[in-house]
Structures are given as C-alpha cells and as structure tokens.
C-alpha cells in the first residue's frame, strides 16, 4: 500500500491537521507572549479535509463503477466496510475516552450532551451540538457523504452511463447543501452562531466534500487536461485561496453563509492537479511528512478534548513563559500519542481489513 501514496496529497493532508492543530493549541498561547501567532489569516484546515476525502472517495468510486463487475447493493456494502473500517474504531475509541473525562471530571465539558446521537453521527445533522467532543462536528458530515454518495449513484447507475451517473450525483450534493443554505440566510447572526449553525451541521457543508468528487471525476475522465492545465489551475487556486482567507465580511452576509463555503473548497480544489503531480523526494522532511499525514486522522480526533483540555483543566499555563513551554509540549504529545495511536491501533486495523479483501478476493 505504501507504493500506492501520492506525495502531493500527503502534503496537503499534513498542512491541513498542522492547521488544526495549530489553532487548537491557541488556547494554550492566550496572554501569551506570542499570543495570536503567526498574526495572519490562514485557510480552515478542515476545507482542505474536506476536499481531499472527496477526491479519495470519488476516485474509489469511479473505479468500481467503471470496472467490468456491476455495481450493485454488494458493492455498495463493500464500500462502506473499508471506510467504516478506517474510521469508525478509531472514532468510537476517542468517543469512549471522552466520555470517561467528562464523567470524572478530568476535563470541563457537559456530560449531559452526550446521547445516542454520537453513536450514529447524528449529533449536527440539522442542528448545532454542544459542550461534549466538539470536534466531531467534521466526522458526522464526512460519514453521511460517505453514506449518500455511494447510494445516489447505486439510483442513477439504472438508467444513465457511469460517466453521468457521477456527474449527477456530485452536482446534488452540491447544489443541495447551497440552496439550504439560502434558504436558513439570517441577517442578524453573531460568530458563534455563524460557526454553529452554517460551519458545522452535515446540511450545510455536504458540498464542501462535492468538489473533491468533481475534481475525481475530471481527473478520472479528463486527466490529460489535468496534466497540460496544472500549472495554471495552481496559480488560480492560490489567487482564490488568497481571496478566501482575507476577504471576511460581517457574518450576516449572503458570501460568508452561503458562498464562503463554495469559494474555500473550490480553491483547495484547483491545487489538486499540481499536488497530485509531485513526486516525493528523498529526506528526513519528505518522511516526516508522509509520516504526519497517516497519523492526521488520530492527530485531529485527539488534539482537542484529549490533550488541550486535559492540560488547560489540569495543567494551565502559570505565565508567558509557561504558556510557551506548553504549547511546545502540546505539540510533542499530539505527534507521539497519534504516532502510538497509529501504529497499535489504526493501522492493525486496516491491515486486517485489507488481508480479509485479499482472502475473499483470493478465493471467489
């Protein structure tokens, strides 16, 4: 599996949980000397997430529907089994350790949040969550998409080519989540509520991961235009990018709670073609790198309520200099608890999912 890596998408993905990470441990820094740093706009991490589990989902997809098996309700378990897989043990583990901290008080949240709802992702379908394991919020959209793509394009497959069938299934789940949005527009809305009510539900962000699928689908049907336009497409998706980041008008208006969230993704988006074509070096830089993005999924489930909150409940900075100290060791034990993470429990999951793959497959 590790020949199959694309160098240029771990480069994203690591940006990407660094991002998070980073502004995750802000809290540590505040009152800090180098509170607010490093005092510039940077993208939500989470867009860049979003992007990538899309061209990875659609690129999965496209294969299966345009191999020589039909796609069928078979397929369609198949392909649930390896996502679930990946990210349900994992998510359920960090799931239970939440629990225990709050029960006992190890960290401040509301131990009345938690409900049935975690369970099944259901915790921000329609509307806001708080005060218990807030950063699942990102989890519950990618499950459902994982859960409605797949079906929409078990439907279309019955009466369109593969190549449409796609199509029509990406564009759904891009314009939906729009016209929902429009459709919930308040003019009169503050930060928390903007994050709250159009950041972080499963409605309203379903299409910040479409956009993957579209860049799947191009890649897939169109890759010689990939290659020949990848270097234009990168300049315009950091000219977007850039626009993204430094334009943020009042949180009342139309572009930050309808259009914002197709201009971010879209930029990350436009990346692809050149990121998808960089060839990894040789270096202690390159490893770290790949070694970041394979743990990112652990870093982003534990950063938070395992780490900054167990240390800001238990351990709180005691001035400037301690904040600094902190936050250095915040980082240490958000690389090295993932690291072990991955390599005792991750990772022997999903290679007990591929050797059952190659069994079954072995033996049809």
């Given at each position: 599996?590790?020949?199959?890596?694309?160098?240029?998408?771990d480069?994203l993905?690591?940006?990407?949980?660094?991002?998070?990470?980073?502004m995750?441990?802000?809290i540590?820094?505040?009152?800090?000397?180098?509170?607010?740093?490093?005092?510039?706009?940077?993208?939500?991490g989470?867009?860049?997430?979003?992007?990538?589990?899309?061209?990875?989902?659609?690129?999965?997809?496209?294969?299966e529907?345009?191999?020589?098996?039909?796609?069928?309700?078979?397929?369609?378990?198949?392909?649930?089994?390896?996502?679930?897989?990946?990210t349900?043990?994992?998510?359920?583990?960090?799931?239970?350790?939440?629990?225990?901290?709050?029960?006992?008080?190890?960290?401040?949240?509301?131990f009345?949040?938690?409900?049935?709802?975690?369970?099944?992702?259901?915790q921000?379908?329609?509307?806001?969550?708080?005060?218990?394991?807030w950063?699942?919020?990102?989890?519950?959209?990618?499950?459902?998409?994982?859960?409605?793509?797949?079906?929409?394009?078990?439907?279309?497959?019955?009466?369109?080519h593969?190549?449409?069938?796609?199509?029509l299934?990406?564009?759904?789940?891009?314009?939906?989540?729009?016209?929902?949005?429009?459709?919930?527009?308040?003019?009169?809305?503050?930060?928390?509520?903007?994050?709250?009510?159009?950041?972080?539900i499963?409605?309203?962000?379903?299409?910040?991961?479409?956009?993957?699928?579209?860049?799947?689908?191009?890649?897939?049907?169109?890759h010689?235009?990939?290659?020949?336009?990848?270097n234009?497409?990168?300049i315009?998706?950091?000219f977007?990018?850039?626009?993204?980041?430094?334009?943020?008008p009042?949180?009342?208006?139309?572009?930050?709670?309808?259009?914002?969230?197709?201009v971010?993704p879209?930029?990350?988006?436009?990346?692809l073609?050149?990121?998808?074509?960089i060839?990894?070096?040789?270096?202690?830089?390159?490893?770290?790198?790949?070694h970041?993005?394979?743990?990112?999924y652990?870093?982003?489930?534990?950063?938070?309520?395992?780490?900054?909150?167990?240390?800001?409940?238990?351990?709180?900075p005691?001035n400037?200099?301690?904040s600094?100290?902190?936050?250095?060791?915040y980082?240490?034990l958000v690389?090295?608890?993932?690291?072990?993470?991955?390599?005792?429990?991750?990772?022997?999951?999903?290679?007990?999912r591929?050797?059952n793959l190659?069994?079954?497959?072995?033996?049809?």
């Amino acid at each position: 599996m590790e020949n199959k890596r694309l160098f240029g998408l771990d480069i994203l993905r690591t940006t990407a949980i660094m991002l998070v990470v980073f502004m995750h441990g802000g809290i540590i820094l505040k009152d800090s000397a180098i509170d607010g740093f490093p005092y510039f706009r940077l993208i939500d991490g989470v867009d860049i997430f979003f992007v990538l589990s899309g061209f990875l989902i659609g690129s999965i997809l496209l294969k299966e529907i345009n191999s020589d098996e039909k796609f069928i309700s078979k397929s369609l378990f198949k392909f649930w089994k390896r996502r679930w897989f990946r990210t349900l043990p994992n998510y359920y583990l960090i799931l239970t350790v939440n629990f225990f901290f709050v029960k006992y008080g190890i960290i401040n949240e509301d131990f009345s949040q938690f409900n049935w709802k975690f369970i099944f992702f259901l915790q921000n379908f329609s509307a806001p969550f708080y005060g218990f394991f807030w950063e699942s919020w990102s989890l519950t959209i990618e499950e459902w998409f994982y859960i409605l793509t797949p079906l929409q394009l078990l439907l279309f497959l019955k009466f369109m080519h593969p190549k449409k069938a796609f199509l029509l299934s990406t564009l759904i789940m891009i314009l939906f989540p729009l016209i929902y949005r429009m459709s919930i527009l308040n003019d009169s809305i503050s930060f928390f509520e903007f994050d709250s009510f159009f950041r972080k539900i499963v409605l309203t962000r379903l299409d910040s991961i479409a956009y993957g699928l579209l860049a799947a689908w191009s890649f897939y049907y169109y890759h010689s235009l990939w290659l020949k336009y990848k270097n234009q497409l990168l300049i315009l998706g950091i000219f977007t990018l850039i626009f993204a980041i430094n334009y943020i008008p009042a949180f009342s208006s139309f572009y930050l709670q309808v259009l914002y969230f197709c201009v971010s993704p879209i930029s990350v988006m436009l990346l692809l073609p050149f990121a998808i074509n960089i060839k990894k070096p040789s270096g202690i830089i390159a490893k770290s790198i790949t070694h970041i993005s394979k743990i990112s999924y652990s870093m982003y489930l534990i950063n938070f309520s395992c780490i900054v909150e167990v240390m800001m409940k238990n351990f709180p900075p005691q001035n400037s200099n301690d904040s600094i100290f902190k936050y250095a060791v915040y980082w240490f034990l958000v690389i090295s608890i993932s690291s072990l993470l991955y390599k005792y429990f991750e990772k022997p999951i999903m290679d007990l999912r591929d050797k059952n793959l190659i069994r079954k497959i072995k033996y049809q």
